[in-house]
């Protein structure tokens, strides 16, 4: 089974360009809507609107909030989310592609 968000959630997530080095995706959803369980390898995370979201993981959940034009490292990680707040979610991911890249890390959950 893939944990691809392109493929668990691709109502969400699309490809907007992919090399060798690297893979970006866009990620768009309305308030209320919700993402099933899916993995990132290590990436930038870049925001283009303000947002509020729950993320899980395993029994972890954290509330995070997030302002519009912010970058963010997101380390490897797999989790779910839920558009908490009253505004679209609009982020760019830019995902590394390094075969060396770390596993997801227990206890990580959004972006650092």
């Known amino acids: 089974m ?3 968000p392109v493929a668990t959630n691709p109502d969400h997530y699309s490809v907007v360009f ?5 893979r970006v995706l866009e990620y ?13 390898p290590n990436s930038v995370m870049v925001t283009l609107s303000s947002f509020r979201r729950r993320l899980y993981a395993g029994d972890q959940e954290r509330d995070v909030e997030i302002p519009a034009e ?6 490897a990680q797999q989790h779910a989310g839920h558009n908490i707040g009253d505004t679209p979610t609009h982020v760019i991911f830019v995902e590394l592609k390094n075969p060396d890249a770390s596993p997801p ?4 959950l959004g972006p650092t």
């Open 18 to 22: 992919e090399n060798d080095q690297v």
């Open 28 to 40: 768009l959803d309305q308030p209320g809507d919700r993402t099933t369980p899916h993995e990132h």
């Open 70 to 75: 912010s970058t963010s490292w997101l380390p």
């Open 105 to 108: 890390q227990a206890g990580a």
């Open 2 to 4: 893939t944990l691809d």
